[in-house]
């Protein structure tokens, strides 16, 4: 069969496209995710265009062979990860930015994009592509769409499937899919369009993507306020919100990560703070907005708010959330990055029930979240050479999303359930929902060959 499938890729793909060296195809087995098995596949294969990709999905067809879609291998639940002797294919050559038009403010791109090559080149005409994930300089809108990625500005401008006004996929059997529009608005039949965002590369392969684009928003001006607990920078969230401001960004870091980023960059910010608020706006007279802001953060508790000065210092302010992921990774070997999402009036019990679960795990875990939308992101730190240190990290990761979900949250709301996740999936579904997912992947992938394993 190996022999089969690799002449019959080959006879319809470029020189070069296919790969079948063991040690370049282990490269491709796997995304970011810890305690996610990656099987060895088959073939690797670079598509270039979109007939590329139907002719792997036609041999995989007539063959019954397993394939998994990837884009940059940025993944955080092991969704990309490789199956046992299947087709990897990579769509990270498929990156041409097709059109960008800035009278309907549209982009049409292939999968390949890198998201931050995409907003530069918008930029240009004055237009922004919102959604901005934090490895937006090596993910790809492929996989944005696919794990339905978010970012830092969500809590004002939304997550990528607010963006994707319509798809090119193709299907199992190597079909062209159409859906969506390109016109501002459109309701015409069912929405097919939402249903492939998030589906984590299950159900088709996103070829070709028309996404919706936004008027440039001004600089943005910013502050931070630091808290004594993480209860009282929940309250002050939950003022912010019912007050009716509209934040550009609204983020928050534990006093694990506080120290964390300290230790790695020497920011000099203030070691007994146990919670750390920054917020922005990008409106007409953000200083005024961050005096009402930092107002609230006052009565709900906080021990100091500093407001920038200008762009330049919201710059230097926002640094340490963005390098708040890369310094937690310094203190172990290896780290779990949760993603759990909650309502914003419980993101102050969602951190202090964390920080219960790092002391009774004896273990290192930071938080920081995208505290305007309830999207946290706790950070397991663990040593992966030590086997009794590794069960409590996994274990302690689940204990985190059966606190998300007792508190009424969702187990993901940005990184995608891939393999990591999927019994939690099945937990926040219930059997109903479970049944009804799976018969619509049923219906668009009727042998199982797309991404096998994953979500359900």
């Given at each position: 069969?190996?022999?089969?499938?690799?002449?019959?890729?080959?006879?319809?793909?470029?020189?070069?496209?296919?790969?079948?060296?063991?040690?370049?195809?282990?490269?491709?087995?796997?995304?970011?995710?810890?305690?996610?098995?990656?099987?060895?596949?088959?073939?690797?294969?670079?598509?270039?265009?979109?007939?590329?990709?139907?002719?792997?999905?036609?041999?995989?067809?007539?063959?019954?062979?397993?394939?998994?879609?990837?884009?940059?291998?940025?993944?955080?639940?092991?969704?990309?990860?490789?199956?046992?002797?299947?087709?990897?294919?990579?769509?990270?050559?498929?990156?041409?930015?097709?059109?960008?038009?800035?009278?309907?403010?549209?982009?049409?791109?292939?999968?390949?994009?890198?998201?931050?090559?995409?907003?530069?080149?918008?930029?240009?005409?004055?237009?922004?592509?919102?959604?901005?994930?934090?490895?937006?300089?090596?993910?790809?809108?492929?996989?944005?769409?696919?794990?339905?990625?978010?970012?830092?500005?969500?809590?004002?401008?939304?997550?990528?499937?607010?963006?994707?006004?319509?798809?090119?996929?193709?299907?199992?059997?190597?079909?062209?899919?159409?859906?969506?529009?390109?016109?501002?608005?459109?309701?015409?039949?069912?929405?097919?369009?939402?249903?492939?965002?998030?589906?984590?590369?299950?159900?088709?392969?996103?070829?070709?993507?028309?996404?919706?684009?936004?008027?440039?928003?001004?600089?943005?001006?910013?502050?931070?306020?630091?808290?004594?607990?993480?209860?009282?920078?929940?309250?002050?969230?939950?003022?912010?919100?019912?007050?009716?401001?509209?934040?550009?960004?609204?983020?928050?870091?534990?006093?694990?990560?506080?120290?964390?980023?300290?230790?790695?960059?020497?920011?000099?910010?203030?070691?007994?703070?146990?919670?750390?608020?920054?917020?922005?706006?990008?409106?007409?007279?953000?200083?005024?907005?961050?005096?009402?802001?930092?107002?609230?953060?006052?009565?709900?508790?906080?021990?100091?708010?500093?407001?920038?000065?200008?762009?330049?210092?919201?710059?230097?302010?926002?640094?340490?959330?963005?390098?708040?992921?890369?310094?937690?990774?310094?203190?172990?070997?290896?780290?779990?990055?949760?993603?759990?999402?909650?309502p914003r009036g419980k993101l102050g019990e969602?951190?202090?029930?964390?920080?219960?679960?790092?002391?009774?795990?004896?273990?290192?875990?930071?938080?920081?979240?995208?505290?305007?939308?309830?999207?946290?992101?706790?950070?397991?730190?663990?040593?992966?050479?030590?086997?009794?240190?590794?069960?409590?990290?996994?274990e302690s990761f689940d204990e985190i999303m059966?606190?998300?979900?007792?508190?009424?949250?969702?187990?993901?709301?940005?990184?995608?359930?891939?393999?990591?996740?999927?019994?939690?999936?099945?937990?926040?579904?219930?059997?109903?929902?479970?049944?009804?997912?799976?018969?619509?992947?049923?219906?668009?992938?009727?042998?199982?060959?797309?991404?096998?394993?994953?979500?359900?």
């Open positions: 069969m190996h022999d089969e499938l690799i002449t019959a890729l080959r006879g319809g793909l470029p020189e070069g496209a296919v790969l079948t060296d063991p040690d370049v195809m282990a490269a491709y087995s796997h995304d970011m995710a810890s305690f996610s098995e990656a099987g060895a596949p088959a073939a690797v294969v670079l598509a270039t265009c979109r007939e590329d990709v139907q002719h792997v999905m036609r041999v995989a067809t007539a063959l019954k062979v397993p394939v998994v879609p990837q884009g940059a291998r940025t993944g955080l639940s092991g969704g990309a990860n490789a199956s046992e002797n299947c087709i990897v294919l990579s769509l990270v050559k498929m990156d041409r930015i097709l059109e960008i038009d800035p009278v309907d403010r549209i982009a049409v791109v292939e999968p390949g994009v890198i998201n931050a090559v995409l907003s530069r080149a918008v930029a240009e005409h004055g237009l922004a592509y919102p959604p901005d994930p934090s490895s937006w300089e090596q993910c790809t809108i492929g996989g944005n769409i696919g794990t339905g990625a978010g970012g830092l500005c969500c809590v004002k401008y939304g997550v990528t499937a607010e963006y994707v006004l319509g798809l090119e996929v193709v299907l199992a059997d190597g079909r062209l899919l159409s859906t969506g529009r390109r016109t501002a608005k459109g309701v015409a039949g069912y929405d097919l369009t939402r249903l492939f965002v998030g589906s984590e590369g299950t159900l088709g392969v996103v070829v070709k993507a028309v996404l919706a684009l936004k008027p440039a928003p001004a600089p943005q001006l910013a502050m931070v306020a630091e808290f004594p607990s993480a209860a009282a920078a929940g309250a002050a969230v939950c003022a912010i919100m019912e007050s009716g401001h509209v934040p550009s960004l609204l983020e928050l870091m534990d006093g694990t990560t506080i120290r964390a980023v300290n230790a790695m960059a020497k920011m000099g910010l203030p070691e007994t703070t146990e919670a750390m608020l920054l917020a922005a706006f990008d409106t007409a007279d953000p200083a005024a907005d961050l005096a009402a802001v930092g107002a609230l953060c006052t009565a709900a508790g906080a021990t100091d708010v500093v407001p920038a000065e200008d762009a330049a210092e919201s710059e230097l302010l926002l640094q340490a959330r963005r390098l708040s992921l890369t310094a937690l990774e310094t203190l172990t070997s290896a780290t779990m990055i949760d993603d759990v999402c909650v969602m951190l202090d029930g964390v920080a219960k679960i790092a002391d009774r795990f004896d273990l290192t875990i930071g938080v920081c979240a995208h505290a305007g939308d309830g999207n946290t992101h706790p950070v397991v730190c663990f040593d992966a050479h030590d086997p009794d240190e590794s069960r409590r990290a996994r059966a606190l998300g979900l007792a508190l009424g949250g969702t187990i993901t709301g940005e990184h995608g359930v891939g393999l990591l996740k999927k019994d939690w999936l099945a937990r926040e579904l219930g059997p109903t929902g479970v049944e009804l997912q799976r018969g619509v992947k049923a219906v668009f992938d009727p042998l199982g060959l797309l991404n096998p394993g994953k979500l359900f």
